[in-house]
């Protein structure tokens, strides 16, 4: 038990970087699972993450199903509400999103997801959800119906995930949003990480290796990525271990 997020502290400790790959199961085809899988398993990749903005009822666990018959990596829910909670998987991103002020988002979601929860066995691991704007409407923004925080007020993002770690939160996430124009600018990932003891996670918009190692660089410990590869299965060849 407790073993994902006690991989990832240990991870950073040894100064390792983490490669999420993000699928997304409204825009998944399930017969491409171990096609796909396949090529996740020689990459750089280290977890594969599960989830999206909107997604249809049942359809996580099936796709989590299909994707354990060919893969040994930890599967994490990055869930965009509590209907996508499955104890097929082996760890929960147990969101808040603290850049926005909407309460069902920062505490609603999460007191319906209790009882679901009780019944699992899920590893919880609490995380600081921060959306960064980046020139377009993303679709957390629309479904969540909160305003990301602006990219130039840079001391703003690091008091809000900082404020998160003061809460308790295990995990902060910086989001520029699914197929973000542009990533997490540098600059912020390196001053937010400056002041954060709990690892960071980075995600959206990241499609070039170039870039994969400037947000490494700059303090990333894990990125996420996925719009890259449902739009170019051939990335992968870019990040093989
Ligand atoms: C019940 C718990 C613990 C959490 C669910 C409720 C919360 C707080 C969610 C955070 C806000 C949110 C809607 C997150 C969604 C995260 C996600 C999987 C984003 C990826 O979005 P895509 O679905 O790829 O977007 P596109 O549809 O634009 O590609
Ligand atoms: O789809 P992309 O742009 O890679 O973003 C990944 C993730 O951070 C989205 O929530
Ligand atoms: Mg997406």
Redesign the pocket.
């Known amino acids: 038990m407790k073993a994902i997020y006690t991989n990832i502290l240990q991870a950073v400790s040894n100064g390792e970087k983490l490669l999420a790959i993000?699928i997304?199961p409204?825009?998944f085809l399930l017969n491409n699972t171990q096609n796909f899988i396949d090529k996740i398993e020689k990459s750089i990749a280290t977890h594969i993450?599960?989830?999206?903005?909107?997604?249809d009822d049942f359809v996580t666990e099936t796709l989590i199903s299909e994707i354990k018959k060919f893969s040994q990596l930890p599967i994490v829910?990055?869930?965009?509400?509590?209907s996508?909670?499955t104890n097929q998987a082996d760890a929960?991103?147990?969101?808040?999103?603290i850049s926005?002020r909407n309460p069902?988002?920062?505490i609603?979601?999460?007191v319906?997801?209790v009882s679901k929860l009780r019944q699992m066995n899920l590893e919880?691991i609490s995380?600081g959800?921060v959306?960064i704007e980046n020139g377009k409407k993303?679709?957390?923004q629309?479904?969540?119906e909160?305003k990301p925080l602006s990219r130039t007020h840079i001391q703003n993002i690091v008091d809000t995930a900082k404020a998160g770690e003061l809460l308790g939160m295990k995990l902060i996430y910086l989001?520029a949003?699914?197929?973000a124009l542009h990533p997490i600018p540098l600059d912020i990932i390196s001053k937010v990480k400056s002041e954060l003891t709990v690892p960071l996670i980075v995600?959206g918009g990241i499609k070039t290796k170039e870039q994969l190692e400037d947000a490494y660089n700059a303090g990333a410990d894990l990125v996420v990525i996925?719009?890259a590869f449902?739009n170019d299965e051939s990335f992968f060849e870019e990040l093989k271990s």
Do not use: H, M
């Open positions: 993000l997304d409204d825009k993450f599960i989830g999206g903005s909107t997604v829910l990055f869930p965009g509400d509590v996508q909670i929960l991103l147990f969101l808040s999103l926005g069902e988002y920062l609603g979601k999460q319906k997801a919880i995380t959800y959306l993303t679709a957390v629309r479904v969540t909160t989001e949003g699914s197929g995600g996925g719009t449902e």
